[in-house]
């Protein structure tokens, strides 16, 4: 496990769960980290089991997304990220840059 990346997967997807606190959509980056996000839309909030709105990908995927090498349309048109649920679109969190 390379050691550098997973502390800036973490430290970038607890910056995101600040940006937009809740419990709408789970937020899965394997194998380092899954925080919770809350919907731009004040969509519903999960309290125990596999949340209603599940997004995952890879880390690669999602560090490319947070340094705006690739976007979220481009990232699910190539099944880079799997989304499933209700307000499962997060253009605007990887679309605000640093």
């Given at each position: 496990?390379?050691s550098?990346?997973?502390?800036?997967?973490?430290?970038?997807?607890k910056?995101?769960?600040?940006?937009?606190?809740?419990?709408?959509?789970?937020?899965?980056?394997?194998?380092?980290?899954?925080?919770?996000?809350?919907?731009?839309d004040?969509?519903?909030?999960?309290?125990?089991?596999?949340?209603?709105?599940?997004?995952?990908?890879?880390?690669?995927?999602?560090?490319?997304?947070?340094?705006?090498?690739?976007?979220?349309?481009?990232?699910?048109?190539?099944?880079r990220?799997?989304?499933?649920g209700?307000?499962t679109?997060?253009?605007?969190l990887?679309?605000?840059?640093?």
């Amino acid at each position: 496990m390379d050691s550098s990346l997973a502390a800036r997967v973490r430290t970038e997807a607890k910056r995101l769960a600040l940006a937009r606190p809740g419990r709408s959509v789970e937020l899965r980056i394997p194998p380092y980290i899954a925080v919770q996000l809350g919907s731009e839309d004040s969509g519903p909030t999960h309290r125990r089991g596999t949340p209603p709105a599940v997004v995952e990908m890879g880390p690669e995927t999602f560090l490319a997304l947070v340094d705006g090498d690739l976007t979220w349309a481009d990232a699910v048109a190539t099944h880079r990220v799997s989304a499933s649920g209700a307000h499962t679109d997060l253009t605007s969190l990887f679309s605000q840059g640093h």
